[in-house]
């Protein structure tokens, strides 16, 4: 006998930070959502957890009312092949074990666990791995998001060009240093490494570059990873060593024209979203979320080019930023 299709108005594959907002936003007014995701929360996912006051803004909440660990630091140290450029505005860090883990629960939706394997379209909306059914479908599961890769790969393949990868590491450290640093191109790497420090003891460091421009270079990630470790030693950032750092790659913000079909929309690394400047994807996943749910019960517009495509204010350095990731000159 056929199995009965758990059916919902809105699924939502993947309850990272776009996701949980998309949630968040359907169950305030009042739609009937359902988040699957592969793993249960709190689960890790790497990131360095920087968030910009616009994050918080989205978010509509109030640090005081957070509760986990917050940091608010008032200077981002960023040095370009050691030219010391400080970006002057308050900026904050978080655990995305906890932070991730707020957001689902905060947004009310259900969740099942639940790795999706295959979505299927039909003439009433659509069908996940023979056991889901939902009118309106949102891919927010990261990088690998099924929903891009069974609705949307064919249409709109990946820019390769535009792909960043990534070695990390967050661990308890007692730091002396609460401030965040980031060293832009040193000894080579297209991209950057950072230290961000966490409230209560943590510490995230780790590198990031563009895996295409690496790859030309017969460079190594791995080998970036080794000499970030080697300076934050030396400076005296950070005094215990880190174990083994994890990898993960997800893609910087391209021209993506097709970012819904009919009833199924794509949002935050799903559809590679990260800034061009500074690789921050947190705050265009939370406002691509907020976008695909507001089409979807005010019937708007869904339009990406509203998000925010770079971190920094300053013309002059996002433009050079993005010139040095991407080549591109615009
Ligand atoms: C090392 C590193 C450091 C970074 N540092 C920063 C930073 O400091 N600040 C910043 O703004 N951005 C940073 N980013 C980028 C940021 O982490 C992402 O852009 C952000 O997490 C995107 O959110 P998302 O909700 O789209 O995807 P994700 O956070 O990846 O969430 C996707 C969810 O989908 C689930 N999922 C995946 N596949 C399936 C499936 N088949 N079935 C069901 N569920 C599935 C996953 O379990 C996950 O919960 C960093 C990225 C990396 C790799």
Redesign the pocket.
Same mark, same amino acid.
């Given at each position: 006998m056929a199995e009965t299709l758990s059916e919902h108005e809105v699924i939502i594959?993947?309850?990272?930070?776009?996701?949980?907002?998309a949630a968040w936003e359907l169950v305030k007014n009042g739609v009937d959502c359902l988040i699957?995701?592969? +793993?249960a929360?709190p689960?890790e996912?790497?990131?360095?957890?920087?968030?910009?006051p616009e994050?918080v803004r989205d978010l509509e909440f109030v640090p005081e009312d957070y509760p986990y660990r917050f940091l608010t630091f008032d200077v981002l140290n960023i040095s370009i092949k050691g030219l010391k450029l400080p970006f002057r505005a308050p900026q904050h860090?978080i655990r995305?074990f906890e932070f991730?883990r707020w957001l689902v629960e905060r947004s009310g939706a259900p969740v099942t666990i639940?790795?999706?394997?295959h979505v299927v379209a039909d003439e009433n909306g659509f069908i996940i791995d023979d056991k889901f059914r939902c009118r309106y479908l949102i891919g927010?599961?990261?990088?690998?998001?099924?929903v891009y890769r069974d609705l949307f790969r064919s249409l709109q393949p990946r820019a390769k060009e535009l792909q960043?990868v990534?070695? +990390?590491l967050e661990y308890p450290c007692q730091y002396e240093d609460g401030n965040c640093y980031l060293w832009f191109f040193t000894d080579g790497l297209p991209g950057y490494g950072?230290y961000?420090p966490k409230a209560d003891g943590y510490v995230?460091v780790?590198v990031?570059g563009v895996a295409n421009k690496l790859r030309r270079k017969g460079d190594d990630i791995k080998r970036h990873w080794q000499a970030l470790i080697d300076r934050l030693i030396k400076t005296g950032l950070i005094n215990v060593p880190p174990g083994q750092p994890?990898?993960?790659?997800?893609f910087l913000r391209a021209k993506a024209d097709i970012t819904h079909q009919g009833n199924a929309y794509l949002?935050?690394?799903?559809?590679g979203?990260?800034?061009r400047d500074?690789? +921050?994807?947190?705050?265009?996943?939370v406002q691509?979320?907020l976008m695909a749910a507001r089409a979807i019960h005010h019937k708007t517009t869904f339009d990406l080019a509203q998000v925010d495509a770079h971190?920094l204010g300053p013309k002059i350095v996002y433009r050079a930023l993005d010139y040095a990731f991407t080549g591109n000159r615009a």
């Amino acid at each position: 006998m056929a199995e009965t299709l758990s059916e919902h108005e809105v699924i939502i594959v993947g309850g990272g930070p776009a996701g949980a907002t998309a949630a968040w936003e359907l169950v305030k007014n009042g739609v009937d959502c359902l988040i699957l995701d592969r +793993e249960a929360f709190p689960r890790e996912k790497l990131c360095a957890g920087w968030i910009t006051p616009e994050v918080v803004r989205d978010l509509e909440f109030v640090p005081e009312d957070y509760p986990y660990r917050f940091l608010t630091f008032d200077v981002l140290n960023i040095s370009i092949k050691g030219l010391k450029l400080p970006f002057r505005a308050p900026q904050h860090s978080i655990r995305r074990f906890e932070f991730d883990r707020w957001l689902v629960e905060r947004s009310g939706a259900p969740v099942t666990i639940h790795n999706v394997r295959h979505v299927v379209a039909d003439e009433n909306g659509f069908i996940i791995d023979d056991k889901f059914r939902c009118r309106y479908l949102i891919g927010a599961g990261g990088t690998r998001c099924p929903v891009y890769r069974d609705l949307f790969r064919s249409l709109q393949p990946r820019a390769k060009e535009l792909q960043v990868v990534t070695q +990390e590491l967050e661990y308890p450290c007692q730091y002396e240093d609460g401030n965040c640093y980031l060293w832009f191109f040193t000894d080579g790497l297209p991209g950057y490494g950072w230290y961000v420090p966490k409230a209560d003891g943590y510490v995230n460091v780790g590198v990031g570059g563009v895996a295409n421009k690496l790859r030309r270079k017969g460079d190594d990630i791995k080998r970036h990873w080794q000499a970030l470790i080697d300076r934050l030693i030396k400076t005296g950032l950070i005094n215990v060593p880190p174990g083994q750092p994890g990898g993960y790659s997800y893609f910087l913000r391209a021209k993506a024209d097709i970012t819904h079909q009919g009833n199924a929309y794509l949002i935050g690394d799903a559809t590679g979203l990260a800034t061009r400047d500074m690789c +921050e994807g947190i705050g265009p996943a939370v406002q691509s979320g907020l976008m695909a749910a507001r089409a979807i019960h005010h019937k708007t517009t869904f339009d990406l080019a509203q998000v925010d495509a770079h971190t920094l204010g300053p013309k002059i350095v996002y433009r050079a930023l993005d010139y040095a990731f991407t080549g591109n000159r615009a």
